[in-house]
C-alpha cells in the first residue's frame, strides 16, 4: 500500500510552461514536506508545509498544502531547464519520534530548452 | 562543513560477496538514516539511529546490518550481496528537536550493482 500517491509519474514539458504535480494520499499528516533530487546527487529540502491551507512560495514554486492536511501539491511558474529533477514529497512517521521519513514514488520533470 | 558524506561512490560486487558503505556527517546530527533508491522511485528506510549505539530496522532491513559507534558515523553493512539488493543508497541525518518537522540532509550516494 502507498501511502502517498504522487501524479503525474513523469512530466516533458518545454520552457516556459507551466506545471502542477500532487501528492495525495487517505491519512492526515502533521506536516509535509517536498524534496528535489538532481540526477546523480541525494534529495535537497525545497520547503515544509504544516498548517492546513498552507501556501508557501520559493521563487517561481508554489506549495499547497491542503484543508484537510491530505495532499499537497506543487505548481512551477514558467518551467526553466534548471527545474528538471524528481520531485519527492514526504512525510514524517508521527510514532516513537523517530524522525523516519514515508517518501512517495516521485514525479520525474524534464524541462527541454 | 562538508555535510554528509559517502563512500565509495560506485561499487560492483559478485554476487556473495560482502561490503560496508560509509556515511560520515560533521553537523553533529543525533539522528541518521540508511535508504535505498530503485530507478524511478522514491526512497525507502533500510535501518535507522537515534544515537551513538542505538539502531533500529525501517521498512526494508533483510541483508543488511548497521551499527553506530560514533554520533559521526554511521557504516552499513551488505552481507552476502544478492542481485535484489542492486540499488542507489543514501545516507541522511538530521537534528531531531520533537518539533512537527525535521530536515533530513542527505549525502550524495553510493550506485551499487550485484551481478
Known amino acids: 500500500t502507498q501511502l502517498l500517491e504522487q501524479s503525474p509519474q513523469f512530466l516533458s514539458i518545454q520552457e516556459g510552461e507551466n506545471l502542477t504535480v500532487y501528492c495525495n494520499s487517505s491519512?492526515?499528516?502533521?506536516?509535509l514536506q517536498w524534496y528535489r533530487q538532481e540526477p546523480g546527487e541525494g534529495p535537497v529540502l525545497l520547503v515544509t508545509?504544516?498548517?492546513?491551507?498552507e501556501v508557501k512560495k520559493l521563487k517561481r514554486l508554489t506549495f499547497q498544502f491542503g484543508d484537510a492536511r491530505k495532499d499537497s501539491s506543487l505548481h512551477i511558474t514558467a518551467a526553466q531547464p534548471g527545474d528538471t529533477g524528481l520531485y519527492l514529497c514526504?512525510?514524517?512517521?508521527?510514532?516513537?519520534?523517530?524522525?523516519?521519513?514515508?517518501f512517495g514514488q516521485g514525479t520525474t520533470l524534464q524541462v527541454k530548452p | 562543513n562538508a555535510g554528509v558524506t559517502q563512500t565509495p561512490k560506485f561499487r560492483i560486487l559478485k554476487i556473495g560477496q560482502s561490503m560496508t558503505l560509509q556515511c560520515t556527517q560533521d553537523?553533529?546530527?543525533?539522528?541518521m538514516y540508511w535508504y535505498r533508491q530503485d530507478p524511478g522511485m522514491g526512497l525507502k528506510l533500510i535501518y535507522y539511529s537515534v544515537g551513538a549505539g542505538i539502531t533500529d530496522k525501517g521498512e526494508v532491513p533483510n541483508g543488511y546490518n548497521v551499527s553506530r559507534s560514533t554520533t559521526e558515523d554511521f557504516p552499513l553493512r551488505l552481507e552476502l550481496a544478492a542481485p535484489s539488493q542492486t540499488s542507489v543508497y543514501f545516507c541522511?541525518?538530521?537534528?531531531?528537536?520533537?518539533?512537527?518537522?525535521?530536515?533530513?540532509?542527505f549525502g550524495p550516494g553510493t550506485r551499487l550493482t550485484v551481478t
Open positions: 508545509v504544516v498548517t492546513g491551507g
Open positions: 541522511a541525518s538530521t537534528h531531531f528537536w520533537g518539533g512537527p518537522s525535521h530536515e533530513q540532509y
Open positions: 514526504a512525510f514524517e512517521e508521527g510514532s516513537g519520534n523517530t524522525g523516519k521519513l514515508i
Open positions: 553537523m553533529n546530527h543525533n539522528y
Open positions: 491519512s492526515v499528516f502533521s506536516s
